[in-house]
């Protein structure tokens, strides 16, 4: 996916749902902190913009996009990318993630402005997440050097998730740490 698809779902989205103000969650939010052309195969690879919105408590508004621009939808056939409503809740993210989102607000978003994960609060959610594909695009960030494993970990400190998932975050960033 290139930035220009991007702002494309966020322009789409934002008409939809009458709401200008849009959460991007998965991999393609790092579309707003690093060009593309920066970015390894692991992180544009997705055809998918998970997108949520800030006051839609009961997804009202996320699921409007799914029967207009969703996955199968007349949008995705003719562009080949899609978006797919989501809760600001469906990801984990560290304390403090509101605060570091990256707005991408331009022409070609009008009306909407979308709020982008930080590159670091996206690569945690992603691992907290832990499925293969999750593994793979931290990997492919953390072997860029797109993400600091340093930040990484003292991002890790601050979720709230199960034991369990806390010891496998740890593990997972102490084995990319730089030797010292």
């Known amino acids: 996916m290139r930035r220009e698809h991007l702002e494309h779902v966020l322009r789409a989205a934002s008409r939809i749902a009458a709401d200008q103000e849009i959460l991007v969650i998965g991999s393609q939010s790092l579309l707003g902190a690093i060009p593309e052309d920066r970015l390894p195969e692991e992180a544009t690879a997705s055809i998918e913009v998970d ?22 939808s007349p949008f995705h056939e003719t562009f080949g990318y899609y978006a797919q409503g989501v809760s600001v809740s469906t990801a984990v993210l560290p304390e403090g993630w509101r605060e570091r989102v990256i707005v991408v607000e331009t022409p070609n978003t009008a009306p909407g402005r979308g709020h982008c994960l930080d590159p670091h609060d996206c690569v945690v959610s992603k691992l907290v997440a832990g499925r293969a594909k999750d593994f793979a695009f931290a990997d492919a960030l953390v072997r860029e050097r797109l993400v600091d494993p340093d930040i990484l970990c003292d991002r890790i400190e601050t979720l709230e998730a199960h034991p369990m998932i806390m ?14």
Request: net charge negative.
């Open 167 to 180: 010891q496998r975050l740890r593990a997972w960033v102490t084995t990319h740490l730089p030797a010292s």
């Open 51 to 72: 997108i949520a919105f800030f006051d839609d408590v009961d997804e009202a508004k996320a699921d409007l996009v799914d029967g207009a621009i969703g996955e199968l």
